[in-house]
DNA sequence: AGAGCGTTTCGGTGTTCACCGAAACATTCG
DNA sequence: CGAATGTTTCGGTGAACACCGAAACGCTCT
């Protein structure tokens, strides 16, 4: 950081001579209002949501929702496009995507409850959803659990799609070795606030959950992040990875540690 | 500690029916203020400051920080620990400090300026330094490098230590199987600011980070971040990874694409 | 004990900012 | 065109909150 010049010994306060944590202050901001913050949380779903759709979630009237919407895009958080009279926002990437989950993974109830039995929609989400552009939920940390399992992927150094991995990928039809070679990490940990566990995110990641619903495997519930898995998707699951029903509802299955 | 007290559930919303992306806000409020930013990324050295520092670094009335560190402490962000007269605090632990790197990380100035106009101890900085608890600046790239090039560590699914890398580290006297299998990520990658690079973070990064100062490989310069390599860290560093003196001054290194 | 220093509490000030309702725009549909 | 719908602009209000100085508190050293 190059914010501190020679401080030790003159206070050379007064007055903020440069912008040096300025940056972070404001960027952490955007996400420092609950309102803000929820928008943020939908927007996890990796779709474009309208300007009016945020606001009645948040609870709030059209007009603020129009001026947090201003703040989140003019910070670059957010990313937005008009399509006649609605204003469409998303995430603006992956990075931004990242950093809200992180920050939520950390603000995550630290007393958290084991047992969550919520509401039939809370129980869908905890079964399979999408967060951002991977799987998470029960599915997403099964699926993990099962590339581990079958040293597809290796955890216990970092989060590595192994040799196996790349060819197992490679079958579904799925070329990872071919990647854009950008900034956004292959395969990264992504731990959720539902699952205390961390599943696959990253290119890996979004590519299976892309895979994941383009082969059918499961598909939307409702207009939320909810999934729902297909008989052809647990046919797959099981014959691919050995993944039973038992699995993904999390019926004998409680602390593997 | 004593902090069972008031995070449970405050269970008063004030007017929002539940709590969703409030505890989000509430962190990210820590964070957004420029004031408890600079603390922060001051902290970012992995050592406990007193109160009376942070104000002088900041610019602020000491009663200006003193009300400060109430939010952050209270907020789960830093520890505090009286001695004396003295108030130090310090980052809560590496997941905080993996929170404040990431938020900085993206915060950094987009419009990023390429030249780095420094006085001499902003070179200091750059050249070597600690970064919460592993090494940073030019020498945490060259040494994570060098890492890479000799299949001890491996960045292309991730950032993993190979086993010939956990056979190098066992040679340091650093033994990374036997690591306490905690939340913490064995290796991870963090990015700089002043450097663009990653290098490696994690246990693995701390490990080597303390080794480097056990050993004198390199030690503190002033009261700051900044370090300075010794000769036997020289020594160390070329016969064991082949890093030059011109690989750490930065001389004919340029961009290896 | 008393001087010195770091820290905290208290009262007060000024600014920022989230929020709303109403009216103005803009787009789509009948 | 005129009605319905989604969004934005425009005041205005109220509540946080960052900041300071002064005084009080607590520890250390002479």
């Known amino acids: 950081m190059m914010d501190a010049m020679d401080l030790p010994a003159p206070a050379r306060p007064t007055r903020r001579p440069e912008h040096a944590g300025s940056r972070l202050a404001q960027l952490a901001g955007l996400l420092a209002d609950e309102t803000r913050a929820r928008f943020c949380l939908a927007l996890l779903d990796g779709r474009a949501w309208t300007a009016g759709e945020l606001a009645r979630l948040a609870g709030v009237a059209p007009a603020t929702a129009s ?10 958080l957010l990313t937005e496009e008009r399509q006649g009279r609605h204003r469409y926002v998303r995430l603006a990437d992956s990075a931004s995507a990242q950093l809200v989950e992180e920050l939520a993974a950390h603000a995550g109830p630290p007393p958290a409850p084991r047992s ?42 970092g989060f590595a799609v192994t040799e196996d991995g790349l060819r197992w990928f490679d079958a579904l039809g799925v ?12 395969a990264r940990a992504c731990l959720d606030w539902t699952e205390r566990r961390p599943h696959l995110a990253g290119v890996a990641g979004a590519a299976l959950c892309r895979h994941a619903l383009d082969a059918g495997w499961c598909e939307r519930i409702g207009s939320r992040r909810a999934l729902r898995v297909t008989d052809t998707g647990r046919r797959a699951l099981l014959d691919l990875l050995g993944i039973t029903d038992a699995d993904l509802t999390g019926e004998s299955v409680e602390a593997p540690a």
């Open 116 to 157: 969550l039995r919520g509401s039939s929609a809370n129980t869908a989400m905890a079964r399979a959803r999408t967060c951002y552009d991977h799987l998470a939920g029960r599915l997403g940390v099964v699926i993990t659990d099962a590339l581990l399992e079958r040293g597809l992927l290796q955890q216990d150094t």
């Open 175 to 186: 070329d990872l070795t071919a990647r854009p070679r950008g900034r956004r990490p292959p």
């Open 67 to 76: 001026g947090h919407l201003d703040k989140l895009v003019g910070g670059g």
